[in-house]
Structures are given as C-alpha cells and as structure tokens.
C-alpha cells in the first residue's frame, strides 16, 4: 500500500495518430497527462478516447510516440474496464477474482492467507468488505465497478488507467466510486488517466482535462477547458458547467445554467422553477391576449419580472 | 513402451466381468485419462465460450484422416497435427479479423468438413475410419497410445497449474488481462493448441457427433454445483471421471449393450440434470 507520488509519471502523447480502415480516428493528439493527477478525456463518441487509452496500454499500433516522463521504466499499470465478459453462472467469488492476477498458485488449489488477506484491504478501499463472498454474477453495476477498481488498486499502479469505469451506474454508485477513486490517488499518488461522459462530476474531481474529437480541442484545467464555448464544439449542444463562463448565450439557461456554481454538482432547483414560472405565466398572458373581454386581461405578469 | 500390466492387473481387481478382459482394461485406463483433461479444459472452454471451437476441431478430424490418406501419413498422426493446424490457425484469424469468432470458426468448420467429404468421395475403402470419425472407437486404443495420453495428461497438467487463473483473467477482459501482467497471445495459442489434441483424443473415444459433451457437460454442470472458481475445476474432474468409468462399463453390460462413448455421454448427462434442481436450490437461497 505504497504511496507512488513521487515515483508517478506523467505521461506526453506526441503527434499520435491512428487511422483505421482509411478512416483517422486520432489525429495528431499532442497533450500531456500531469504526474500524480486526475486526467479525464472528454468528449463525444466516436471521438478516439478509448482509442487513445489503447495506445497508450499497448493494445493498438500508433504513429506518433507516448511518453512517460519521471520514470526511467515503463510504468507499473493498472486497468479499470466499463465491464467483465462472463455470465451469471460462474461461480467466481470476489475474494478470487481479487486474488486472480496476484497469486501464482491455482485457484483450485484454495487461497492463499495473505491473498486473502491483501483482499480483504483492497475490498475496505472501495467500501466493499462486506461483498467477499459474495459472486462476481451477483453483484449490482456500482459494486462490481468497486471491486474492478480494488483489483486495480491490487497492483499497486503508478499509472492507473479507465475506461468509463462507472458508465450505467446510477448516480450514486457514480458519486461514490468518483469519491473513492479520488482518495485513493490522494492516499497513493498515482497518475490516473480516464474516459467519462459525466461532466459535473468531471468538472469537480479531475485535476486536468483533454477534450478530445479526433484531435485535441482543448486541454488544461477543468474550470479553463469545459467552458460552454468548447462544449459547444464538441458536443454541438449548449451545455453550461460554470454559469459564469456562459458565451454563447442562450436564451433556455436563467443565469447562464441551471447547475448552482454553489452546489458544483445539484442542479440550481430555485433557477428552474423561475424558468417554469416564467413558461407558465408566458402562456397565461397570450391566453389572456387572445380573450380580451375578461376582466382581468390587463392584469397578466410581467415576464420579464418572472425570469429575475 | 511402458509396462501397463501392473495397472490392467489393478484394473481387474474391480469387481466386474467387463472389466477382466484386455481391451475393456485398456479402454478404461484411456478414458481415465481422457475424461479429466476433456472435463477441466471444458471448464475454459465456457468461459471463453468456445463450443464451437471445440466442435469445428472435431470435425476437422475427418479431414485429417483424408490428409493423411493423400499424404500417406497414418491417421492416427494426421488427425491430431491437422487437429493443432486448424485450432491455432481459427485462433489466428480470430485474433487478428474483425469477424465475430463465430463467424470465423464457422467458415473453418465448413472448409475443413467438406474437404473431408471431398476427398472421401474420392478415395476407397475410408469407410471404417468414416465410422471411427462419427461414433468414436475407444476398445481400439493401444497402448501406445495410452502413454501418449499419459504425457498429454502431465502437460496438461502442468498447464493448468500455471495457467488456470491467467486464462480465467484473459475470459473476463483480455484487455485488463494484458494490462496486468498477463500474456494473452501465448495463452491463447498454448490452450488452443492444447484443446485441439485433446478433441482429437476425444474424437476417438466418444466421436465427432459427441465431442463437444465430453468437453461442455461436465463443465456446465460444474458451474451449477460448484460455490467457487477453485470448487468448479474438482466438480468439473468429477462429474468427467465418474461418467467416462460408468459409462464404459454400463456399455459393456449384456442388459444395455450401447455404444460407450454415447452412454457415457448419457451418464454425463444425469449428472447435469441433477444439478440443475441443485442449482435450482441454491438459486433460491441466494434471492
């Protein structure tokens, strides 16, 4: 349970290309992933990010070169995949499939104590202890996720890599394994790098960004990079993450947002049922408009008053 | 060769008429030897779900004897090398095609059976190996071929004292598997080099039309009594075991006087029945 912070890499993609089929999927991907930091790739399907992880893990041919700066070995990695390829029959226990990669001797042979043991902490980590015995099969999408990431943790990573690792978890099981994710890089000191779609969670717990569409459209600190005007770019769809860095306008958005700068992660309850008010009045005076005989059609709220 | 009599004496110790005269004793000691390893490989033949795989191996042994027939190699030879041949080459093509797996073992299965047919058509006198291929021919087995079996039995063995959790790693995520540590490439080619000698032993025993069971029945019914990964490779051991001893020997008897290699499927068979009311149970208590 060593802490790697000063033995992380960081790690330098440098012209990487790959191109499949005649088709570019990355294209001169020049960025750089902090030592020590939680580096999130974001961006669009279809936009090269888990390619990107494969190239880095080894998994596919690049053109281009991937460096770890700070080591002078390859890194000691570790990988957190969005899921397992087995079916509810296999009567695999998490104690084993924790002791998989680490123990020599079979697994028909028993466990050994200390593996035993070692996952016994792994599963504390990830409060999950109390899932030991329980059946890979059985466990729900946020526990599974858990116990992917103690396995990883069981390597003792200085770069820890993920893909989506909490993708169809409810929000949570999200919230939870970011929180878990995140003491365990502050306890470890590992470089972490991963794939995630889910924006205010990235916005809150990354440490650096790499927005990523087949190219690279921005990269540096969350607040800096997820501006509404690169989201745009990305996603083509406005979506406002700080209501202060609202550039485009748009007229749907109440202070430019709905997510509280406060809350970070809640979305701004007061803000939307404004806007719902400011609807609802909108209709009541074009209602009110169209039958100018009734007493009180001079009376209709302001609207403007209703969106302040 | 090795001496086998002190085991065939052992063998006879066993209180059954069947089991006193030679060839029965040399049958029992080859699918004593064979079942186990069919049983513990068909555990990862689930998990990596390749009962296909296994069936497209069998198959290729008719095209293996038609080889050999051209070739002037003996079948016994030719069988399990084309055996190998194919099972590494379908591991090739999957690894490196973007087909689906099935897909690729498909086109395999259908190139090797009907080159199989081709030359059969052709050539003279293959009609026993024909029969041989279809409903497998354990009483034959010699015993030169039982010490065969016994060093393939030690291999495999080994392998799977070595590799038993790396290839449950490489089934759950190949990717996650090379990430920590596993060589993914070599265990896959070592364990569909070594599955395909063991079909082709199969094949022998219990034929083409069976082979699968022999690998996928005592396997699946592992999983339904097994509580852990460990518990499923010694359930796997004895469901195989105890089918292939009494399914030889229930084959043998004047009342029944089947096919061994069919009836030890059948008793293979029982066994996943009964566990399936196991399963069934322990299901239950677990909801």
Known sequence: MANNSLLAPSVCFENVCLSRGGNLILNNICATAPAGGSTVLVGPNGAGKTTLLLCLIGEMAYTGRIQFAGLEHQPRMAYVPQHLIMDRSLPLRVCEFLALSRQRQPLWLGLRPWARSEGRQLLQMVKAEHLEQSRMGDLSGGELRRVLLAAALGRNPELLVLDEPAAGVDVRGERLFWELLDAARHERGFTQIMVSHNLPLVAHYATHVICLNKTVCATGAPRATLTSSTLMELFGVPIHLYPDQCDPEDPGCPQCGVVSEAEGLLPNYAAIERREAARMNARLASRMAASPCEPCSEKAPDQGGSRA | ?287
């Open chain 2, 1 to 287: 060769m090795p001496d086998l009599s002190p085991i065939y004496a052992l063998i006879s110790m066993i209180p059954l008429d069947c089991l006193q005269m030679r060839f029965m004793q040399q049958a029992l000691l080859g699918v004593l030897l064979l079942a186990p390893m069919a049983s513990v490989l068909g555990v990862e033949v689930i998990n990596f779900r390749m009962a296909f795989f296994s069936d497209a191996i069998g198959h290729s042994a008719f095209a293996g004897v038609a080889l050999g027939l051209i070739l002037a190699v003996p079948p016994r030879l030719a069988m399990p090398l084309f055996g190998i041949l194919v099972g590494l080459g379908i591991m090739a093509v999957r690894r490196k095609s973007d087909l689906s797996s099935d897909t690729v073992i498909g086109i395999v299965f259908s190139a090797v059976v009907a080159f199989g047919l081709a030359v059969v058509s052709r050539a003279e006198g293959v009609g026993r190996d024909m029969q041989r291929f279809l409903y497998g021919d354990i009483l034959t087995i010699t015993d030169g071929e039982i010490g065969f079996l016994a060093l393939l039995f030690v291999a495999l063995l080994v392998f799977q004292a070595v590799g038993y959790n790396r290839l449950m790693c490489i089934a759950l995520n190949p990717v996650m598997a090379r990430v920590h540590g596993v060589r993914v490439a070599l265990w896959q080619y070592a364990f569909a080099g070594l599955l395909a000698l063991v079909v082709m032993f199969s094949v022998w025993a219990v034929g083409v039309l069976l082979v699968t069971a022999m690998l996928i029945v005592p396997a699946a019914t592992a999983r339904n009594f097994a509580r852990s990964a460990g518990g499923m490779f010694w359930w796997a051991l004895l469901v195989g075991t105890t089918s292939a001893f009494a399914g030889l020997t229930l084959s043998a008897q004047e009342w029944l006087a089947t096919a061994s290699g069919a009836t030890i499927i059948l008793v293979a068979c029982c066994w996943f029945a009964v566990s399936l009311f196991v399963a069934g149970a322990t299901g239950r208590r677990r909801s």
